[in-house]
């Protein structure tokens, strides 16, 4: 069984950062597309940031400039660095990584999600 464990989130003022990592524990073999996701209160989950195993990044508009998306292959991680956070940056980061599991034989994909982690923004 795969899990994702997300930290790095807290309090951040505005204009102040963060960064959150996410990494990957369990029988992974390898780990395709990695993305961050958030949800605000009232809101839908939305994707921030997306990284696929060559490191191509995609990015919302809302954050592209001012969040980082990068991985560490070596370590199934996954980071997000968020500079000039804005208050509408609040809310629950929630890690997704497309994960592989190798047996002998076969492989299997397994889409897992973290718990979340909490970014708060204050004025």
């Known amino acids: 069984q795969v899990q994702l464990l997300e930290s790095g989130g807290g309090l951040a003022q505005e204009g102040g950062s963060l960064e959150l990592s996410c990494v990957a524990s369990?029988?992974?073999?390898?780990?395709?597309?990695m993305v961050w996701y958030r949800q605000g209160p009232g809101q839908q989950r939305e994707l921030v940031a997306a990284i696929n195993p060559n490191g191509l990044r995609n990015y919302a508009n809302s954050v592209r400039g001012r969040f980082t998306i990068s991985r560490d292959n070596s370590k199934n991680t996954v980071y997000l660095q968020m500079n000039s956070l804005e208050l509408e940056d609040a809310g629950v980061y929630y890690c997704?990584?497309?994960?592989?599991?190798?047996?002998?034989?076969?492989?299997?994909?397994?889409?897992?999600w973290g718990q979340g982690t909490l970014v708060t923004v204050s004025s």
């Open positions: 997704n990584a497309d994960t592989v599991l190798r047996y002998a034989g076969y492989d299997e994909y397994q889409e897992v």
């Open positions: 369990g029988s992974v073999y390898a780990m395709n597309d």
